[in-house]
């Protein structure tokens, strides 16, 4: 399996057209004079999420991102009471290498509420890839609940087309199943998946 991966063509894109930044069109915060009231100023966003692990769709949503902010914040869920196939350092390590080519973007990992980690960050933009009508309705819940509780703002990026049935899940159960997932998934990912499993 192979394929162009979602850091390689967004390079591309950017190189045939202008990068579009909010930053030149909206004022930053250390730039927000004669702004009007309830203007969003769109410096930094989160892209919250479990990564176990990172999938392409993932990367794809991450880069352009970050092409919208200046900052991105790839915010990795540590929840004790959940399984996941890796651990926290793994999915973060993980994301590091996927993202490393991506200027602005930082890895972190939280616990709890994803409004607190933005409270304390004064982060007010949450940017979440749509894969299709099945993630819709449970995305709006968070995305509600989040601007009801912190007045986070959610942005919904359609996942492109060709990362549009990659979840981390379903790559989990095919590579434990023998399939190669090089096409799904960063090198780095399918390394680790062969170690994980072949150690289980
Ligand atoms: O990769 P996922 O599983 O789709 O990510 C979901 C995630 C981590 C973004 C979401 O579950 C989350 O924000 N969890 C943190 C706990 C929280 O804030 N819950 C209330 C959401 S309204």
Redesign the pocket.
């Known amino acids: 399996m192979g394929g162009t991966s979602p850091v390689a063509s967004a390079r591309q894109e950017s190189d045939r057209t202008v990068r579009p930044r909010f930053g030149t069109v909206v004022a930053t915060r250390s730039n927000r004079a004669g702004q009007a009231d309830g203007d969003l100023a769109l410096p930094t966003a989160v892209c919250?999420?479990?990564?176990?692990p990172v999938t392409f769709g993932?990367v794809d949503v991450i880069a352009r991102a970050a092409r919208m902010f200046d900052q991105v914040t790839v915010?990795v869920?540590h929840?004790p009471a959940k399984q996941s196939l890796f651990t926290l350092n793994d999915r973060m390590a993980m994301l590091s290498e996927a993202a490393a080519q991506l200027s602005g973007v930082s890895i972190e990992s939280?616990q709890?509420?994803?409004?607190?980690?933005c409270r304390a960050r004064d982060i007010t933009v949450?940017v979440?890839g749509l894969r299709a009508g099945v993630d819709f309705d449970?995305?709006l819940?968070?995305?509600q609940?989040?601007s009801r509780?912190a007045g986070l703002e959610t942005i919904f990026v359609p996942t492109s087309p060709q990362w549009s049935f990659v979840a981390?899940s379903l790559v989990k159960e095919v590579a434990a199943h023998g399939e190669d997932v090089s096409g799904l998934v960063p090198a780095g990912v399918v390394a680790r998946l062969r170690a994980r499993l072949d150690a289980s």
């Not at 919250?48 to 176990?52: A, K, Q």
């Not at 709890?112 to 980690?117: C, H, K, N, Q, R």
Request: aromatic share 14%; proline share 4%.
């Open positions: 919250p999420g479990s990564f176990d993932h915010a869920l929840n939280f709890g509420l994803l409004v607190d980690f949450v979440k449970y995305e819940q968070m995305a609940l989040n509780l981390s």
